[in-house]
């Protein structure tokens, strides 16, 4: 199992970045996925999940209606488009699979001006 993240970056308060998440050697297509983030000092929170087929998805508070999580089964590929990013969203963020146990190295997001 396999899962790669990217598209983490310094951005400025008020910005957008969207983050990847290849996935490989499981069932992706039947997995629900997940996008965690750590903060220096916090513990690992979830951020967002979404449901095998994309039709479910769930956030936490305090990104909902700024994020959203999506997904490509086509390309194994899940997704979160971030915006109206402040720097409370700074965090290494990763992707986790609930089927299968495993994280992807994390993605540095950094909000900053």
């Known amino acids: 199992v396999q899962l790669v993240e990217s598209g983490g970056g310094l951005v400025q308060p008020g910005g957008s970045l969207r983050l990847s998440c290849a996935a490989s050697?499981?069932?992706?297509?039947?997995?629900?996925m997940s996008w965690y983030r750590q903060a220096p000092g916090k513990e690992r929170e979830r951020v967002a999940r979404?449901?095998?087929?994309?039709?479910?998805?769930n956030y936490a508070s305090s990104v909902k209606g700024r994020f959203t999580i999506s997904r490509d089964n086509a390309k194994n590929t899940v997704y979160l488009q971030m915006s109206s990013l402040n720097s409370e969203d700074t965090a290494v963020y990763y992707c986790?699979?609930?089927?299968?146990?495993?994280w992807g190295q994390g993605t540095q997001v950094t909000v900053s001006s």
């Open positions: 986790y699979s609930p089927a299968t146990g495993y």
């Open positions: 050697g499981f069932t992706f297509s039947s997995s629900a």
């Open positions: 979404i449901s095998s087929n994309g039709g479910s998805t």
